[in-house]
Structures are given as C-alpha cells and as structure tokens.
C-alpha cells in the first residue's frame, strides 16, 4: 500500500524523554526540547533509507492513519523512526547479526618479485592460471650465474683435496720419530763410553728433534687453515647455488595468477613485481558493523555470508559458511561503527574477490565471554 507521507522524513538524534513539544514551560524543558528536536531532512545513510521505508511502509499503516502522517506529533514520528531503525539495524529478535554491503577479499595475495638482477627471459604461466606452491611462474637470463656456481664448485674441490691432504703432517711425524730414537742412542752410548759422543753432536741432534716438533705442529696448523678454507668455499658455492636458484621466480603459496606485471625482455632489479598471485581457497568477508551490536569478544563465532547477487550459486537459502575472525578494538567516532571480517571457506572456488553480499552472525554461535 503506497504511503502518501512526504519524503523528507524526521531525523531524532537523542531518544531521550522529551518535554511537551508544544508548551515548555522553563529553560531546562526549552533546552531538552532543543535536543531532542526533529529536523525534517532526507536519509543520510542506507541504514537511514532502509528505516525511512520500514516506517513509512509497516508502522504507518499499521497505525492505521490512512495517510493522515501530518496528524502524528514530531514525537510520535520519531518513535517510528527509531524503531523502524532497530529493525533496519540487522538484530532480529536478539538472535542474530546482519551486516550488508559486505565484500569478500583474498585471504591471502601477493606480488610475486624478482629476486634478482637481470633480463626476464621467460613467462611460464599466464593469467588465470591455477599454480602450486613453489612452482616456477618466470625466469631471468641465468646462464652468468650458472657459471659462477661452476667455479665456486671447482674452488671447493680444490679446497677439499688440501684439507684432506695430511701428507705433510706424516713426513714431520716420520722425521721426528728418527731424530728422536737418533738423539736416544746418543744419550745411551755416552752412557756406556763416556764421550763416545761430543756435547756438541748431542746439541745438534736435540736441536734437530725440536725442529721436526716445530714442522710437524706447523703441518697441522696449516691442515687447520686448508679446513677453515674448505669451510669458505663450501659458503661461496652455496651462495652461488642460491644466486642460481633466485633467478626462477616461484610461487610462494598455492594459488591463480591475477596479473601479469612484466614481459620477457624486460630488466629486472630486484624488488620489481612480475606478477601478482591470490589464494582464493579462502576468502575474507570484509565489513563495518555497529559497535553497539558486536563485540571482539564475538571472534570465533560461525558466520554465514550469502552473495547479494547470487553468484557462485549460493542463495539465500544455502549460505557459505565461515568464522568471524576480527572485530576492530577501534570505534569510528562520526559513524560509530567497527571494522569486521570474517574468513569463508571457498574450496569450491564458486566464489571470486570482489564480490558484495551479506554477513549474518548467529548470536547463539557466538563464544561464551
């Protein structure tokens, strides 16, 4: 039934108990009449069009005014404003929450760069394609970095065969062990024929035994160095190995391809997007809801989020499913509203980033506080 009230609907911004509007009596009814007066003005909101209908269209004619709006008092009017504007509010019946204009994003994107300097030689995916994780998506011009990790393994052969070459440490051992049983038979000879052997002699043998000493400690100081060598060539061919791999730039997670930034040809530095990768197993339901209505303490509760077109073959009837997964600890101060989102389970794929629809929070499914 068409309602004959006029479009400018009355907007009450403090629901407080009013005075008579007609007749105040003193300062302090004349001021509470200033605050709770009503400006004749159009829906700033869709929250406000959806209470200016609600009320124009249910409480009117419930009333049975027949059309006789101008009979209501500013009071009277204001009262079906607000509560028509707890109906439009998304609470019905204290039993669940609904947040409109809800948009669904990736869980999960990224902007897949080059890691390396140098010229992209190939695409290997194109747009819309579904990757695995780690896949090779591109690659750059690698064949300077496949040579250098040539070299850095011959280096670390190299350094391998002297590490492990103990020839110089046995020879000292060998030598010691003669001048040591040379300078033993001396000792005893003197000691059965009294200056068989000059001191002299005796000096020099002595003197022989601790150099071999000397050299042999000196064989496995430098074995030592071959070692620590070994050990910086084994770091030089890895991070020639990790330069190599660099130049293939791969997918980090699971996902489609989005975009495709660069073309082969092109030169890279490293920090340039190639491509741009989202995940689309799980998406998030973005919104803003009323502070008053939810709380964080709500995170974890089961949502059902229903697209408002019907894409992806959902309808009202057979939401998707998902869990409220934030609630904005910030109030915004002109709107009084909370930032809110919610992941949906997308394994389907039915659904795509982008796409608007409706958040409904069962109040029961909510966590105990």
Request: glycine residues 6%.
């Amino acid at each position: 039934m068409a309602s004959s009230t006029p479009s400018n609907w009355p907007y009450i911004t403090n629901l407080d108990i009013c005075p008579n509007q007609n007749s105040p009596t003193n300062s302090a009814e004349k001021a509470k009449k200033k605050r709770c007066s009503i400006a004749p003005q159009a829906p700033r909101s869709s929250r406000e069009r959806d209470a200016h209908n609600a009320s124009r269209t249910l409480f009117v004619p419930a009333l049975d005014f027949r059309g006789s709006y101008e009979k209501l008092t500013n009071v009277t009017k204001a009262i079906v404003f607000a509560l028509a504007s707890l109906a439009a509010c998304g609470v019905a019946g204290g039993e669940v929450i609904t947040i409109d204009a809800v948009v669904l994003r990736p869980m999960v994107e990224a902007e897949t760069p080059a890691r390396q300097t140098g010229v992209l030689a190939t695409i290997a995916v194109a747009e819309g394609d579904a990757v695995r994780e780690g896949q090779t998506l591109a690659s750059l011009d690698d064949r300077a970095a496949k040579l250098a990790v040539q070299r850095a393994a011959l280096e670390h052969e190299q350094a391998a065969a002297k590490a492990g070459n103990r020839l110089r440490i046995q020879y000292a051992e060998k030598a010691l062990e003669v001048a040591t049983a040379e300078m033993k038979r001396s000792a005893e000879s003197n000691e059965q024929f009294p200056n068989s052997i000059s001191q002299s002699q005796l000096d020099v043998e002595r003197l022989t035994a601790e150099k071999l000493q000397l050299e042999r400690q000196q064989a496995e100081h430098e074995l030592q160095l071959a070692q620590f060598e070994l050990r910086l060539k084994e770091t030089a061919l890895q991070e020639a190995q990790l330069a190599l791999e660099q130049h293939a730039v791969r997918a980090p997670f699971a996902g489609v391809v989005a975009l495709v930034r660069a073309r082969p040809g092109e030169w890279m530095e490293p920090g340039t997007p190639v491509l741009r990768l989202v995940a689309i197993d799980r998406l998030r339901a973005e919104g803003f809801a009323p502070a008053s209505a939810i709380k964080p303490q709500m995170v974890g509760a089961e949502v059902d989020f229903a697209p408002a077109d019907g894409h992806g073959g959902q309808d009202a009837e057979s939401p998707v499913r998902g869990v409220l997964r934030f609630v904005s600890p910030e109030i915004d101060p002109v709107s009084r509203q909370v930032r809110v989102w919610a992941e949906i389970d997308n394994r389907d794929s039915k659904l795509r980033p982008g796409e608007q629809g409706r958040l409904t929070i069962p109040l029961s499914a909510a966590p105990p506080k």
